[in-house]
């Protein structure tokens, strides 16, 4: 049956249909068009919702950071956190991610602590869909979390503290140095309560007036190190030949003037035999009776002696012998001389006098804190002195305000220093061998003769030695008690004596470098991580050496070993002049501090009722880093922000 032609008609068109190409692209791309919504709508919202929620965790992890950084080293104990904290959080999350931002809504940040330093955060927002909405998608859930907490590396910290005199005064109604032990502790508070199992943290404690206390710490590195032979200004006993006998010039001497008995006969003057005393009782006797008796006077010679009789007194019935005979005897002055030779004084090596001068002396004894003897006693007697505090002289110096670069020779603002010679050697002060000779003079002898008057004043000097430093040292916390051993040498502290910041900044330096006497533990941690280093420098007033006081460099007025002499006459009290000594050490300082921040250690300082002036501000790592405190309150602020500041604030897993 043929095809109706209706139907041969729509064959025709369907096979030209097929067979045309340009109907194909459009039936094709007619059909790709849903993908390629899709591919591009997916790509565009999904650019949106990555920017979206980068922004959102930028905002959680900043509001959490600063969270955790007003909490400082507190601690969430019950999770409910302090208001204060929430507001602070919430504050900084709104800043970076505002209402709205990429369009979003619904926006939502909580601040939670589930451990007692650290903050956790959560945070989300909606991301509206745009071409994605072609699929049911209107928006996209964006859900972030976030902790933060402050953490420790290995730390080495220096704490350099002020122990002069003036910190026994009060200021706000807080003695200041019970305010400064009150705002360590907070420190160490503050440190611990961040410090990880795995770091090494390390606190070296420096109290400092005009005087150190090193000497125990120097001792455990090593003994070499500190002098057997210093030189001190002392006394020193003047030997040579005392008279013990004067001698004579020889001659005639009366050496025996008494009444005694003379013999009858004058020949036999000093005779032994008893009968030649015997007289006749017979006082009319001419020869041997009183008669005779009281002729006798007269000068005779007797065994080579000149012998002298007078004052004669006849004694009747003196005598008496076996037969009952009587007899009488003579009786007179006999004064009897004799001829001697001459003979030349006698003398003995023996004390003439004290000499005042620069000398040697024996500490090899002394140095290792056991009882010593020198020779200072009575008349250059040996005599024990008091056992060594720890307190030292330090290494030679120089003369000089130039210390840009520090001189090769100053051999004690070396904070690498290690001994090698008596130059570069500590030497124990020894308070009891040494002595003022009260005139300056270009460092002249004195002897104790040249003035009678003023003799009994040339005495032992003065010195007020620190509580004894400590190196660098691991308090771990004894549960969430403080360190028994870090609380009792605190508490030790004790202020008394002048003020020299350039000694204590010296050794705050010397026991945090990793290139000094304490290289060998300084240098490496235990974990092979990196060591921060930081120093902590506080004080309450301005350089104030005490120049009649003994002190790290002896006595300025008998050693000049700073600023030289006042030429001719003692008057380092004249306020021009000890200008000039406070000036010098003013300026060993500036070169110390640099010296410290040279080697990548962080100094921060801390002036407490007392202005900054330039060498405390300018001691400071940066200007940050320098600070004032007025009261207890604040002081112990201060150092809680340092605190917080060296401890790293961190996210953290």
Known sequence: MAESGSVQQRKSF?????????????????????PLIGVIGGGVD?????????????????????????LAGGTITDGSIPTDIEDHADSFFETNFGDGTYGTSDTEYELTSSVGTRMDGTAQTSVPATLMTVFGYDKIELNVDCSADLNL?????????DMSGSMRHSVNGAVKMTALKKAVFAFYDEIMAVAPEDAQVRIGIIPYNSNMNVGKLISDVNSDFISSNPKYESRFPVMGPVMTDPGSD???????????????????LGSSTLFDYAWSNNSNHSTYGRTA?????????????????????????????????????????????????????????????????QGTQDASVYKTFEQASAPIGSQGANVLTKKWDGCIEEADTVVTTDFTPIPTNAHDLNIDLIPDSEATRWRPQWNDVTYDRRWDVDGNVRRAEDDYENAGSLKNTKSDCPVPAYPLTEYPLDGTDRNDDFEDRINAMSPTGFTLHDIGMIWGGR?????????????????????????????????DPGPYDQNVYGSADMEGRIAGFKTGTKQWDDDGVYQVLKDVHNARLDAVCEQIKNKNITVWTVSFANSLNDHTRGCASSESRAMTANDQTTLIDRFRTIATSIAELRLVD
């Open 250 to 268: 020889g001659g005639e001497e009366l050496y025996d003037d008494g009444r005694e008995l003379v013999t009858r006969d004058k020949s036999k």
């Open 46 to 70: 999904a650019s949106r919702m990555y920017l979206a929620k980068s922004r959102l965790q930028q905002a959680c992890d900043s509001a959490t950071l600063a969270a955790r950084k007003k």
């Open 511 to 543: 026991i945090l470098s990793p290139d000094g006497i304490f290289s060998s533990t300084n240098r490496t941690a235990p974990n092979g991580d990196p060591i921060i280093r930081h120093l902590i420098f506080m004080t309450d007033g301005n350089m």
């Open 293 to 357: 008796c009281r002729a006798y006077d007269g000068t005779y010679t007797v065994n080579g002696e000149r012998w002298v009789i007078s004052d004669e007194d006849y004694i009747k019935n003196y005598f008496r012998d076996g037969n009952g005979n009587r007899y009488a005897a003579c009786e007179a002055r006999v004064r009897k001389y004799r001829t001697t030779e001459a003979s030349p004084p006698t003398y003995e090596n023996g004390f003439l006098y004290w000499e005042y001068r």
């Open 153 to 161: 590396p290995n730390i080495d910290i220096s704490l350099v503290l």
């Open 14 to 34: 369907l096979r030209s249909l097929l067979l045309d190409k340009r109907a194909n692209t459009l039936a094709i791309g007619a059909a790709a068009i849903l």
